[in-house]
């Protein structure tokens, strides 16, 4: 993936995410919140955060964001990113807790905007509807 800022320009965006090679990503900020009664152990201070765009991150100057409680963010992030179903937990879960059992803080990932992307800006892998068959049903029930 090469390194984009996207564009959060409406004119861009026609609504489906798949006009051309375009496609969009929600921008994600991740604040730090306090659970009542617990104590927050870490070098995250409530209200501490970082914000998403693409692939980069973005801390407010001069606040340090540490990197165990990052770290078990990372996998959920990208998913956080994209289009989900109304039913799946990605879409209405947001609060992650610290990875520091002792600790009580949270994580939360709120969906803060849209960015439209080219697929041809951000890989070098060309485009081809084929490549990525679409399921044909639902799926099983679990
Ligand atoms: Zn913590």
Same mark, same amino acid.
């Given at each position: 993936?090469?390194?984009?800022?996207?564009?959060?320009?409406?004119?861009?965006?026609?609504?489906?995410?798949?006009?051309?090679?375009?496609?969009?990503?929600?921008?994600?900020?991740?604040?730090?919140?306090?659970?009542?009664?617990?104590?927050?152990?870490?070098?995250?201070?409530?209200?501490?955060?970082?914000?998403?765009?693409?692939?980069?991150?973005?801390?407010p100057?001069?606040q340090?964001?540490?990197?165990?409680?990052l770290?078990?963010?990372?996998?959920?992030?990208?998913?956080?990113?994209?289009?989900?179903?109304?039913?799946?937990?990605?879409?209405?879960?947001?609060?992650?807790?610290?990875?520091?059992?002792?600790?009580?803080?949270?994580?939360?990932?709120?969906? $803060?905007?849209?960015?439209?992307?080219?697929h041809s800006?951000?890989?070098?892998?060309?485009?081809?509807?084929?490549? $990525?068959?679409?399921?044909?049903?639902?799926?099983?029930?679990?």
């Amino acid at each position: 993936m090469v390194a984009k800022n996207g564009s959060t320009d409406p004119q861009e965006d026609h609504g489906d995410g798949d006009a051309g090679d375009r496609f969009w990503l929600y921008d994600l900020r991740v604040e730090v919140v306090s659970v009542p009664g617990r104590e927050m152990v870490c070098n995250h201070p409530e209200g501490s955060y970082f914000e998403l765009r693409g692939e980069n991150l973005h801390l407010p100057p001069g606040q340090p964001f540490p990197i165990y409680p990052l770290a078990a963010l990372l996998p959920l992030l990208p998913a956080k990113q994209r289009s989900t179903h109304a039913n799946d937990w990605m879409t209405t879960d947001m609060d992650i807790a610290c990875p520091d059992p002792h600790c009580g803080a949270l994580f939360r990932i709120r969906r $803060t905007g849209r960015r439209v992307f080219r697929h041809s800006e951000v890989t070098a892998v060309p485009l081809t509807r084929s490549s $990525t068959p679409e399921p044909s049903g639902e799926g099983e029930e679990p």
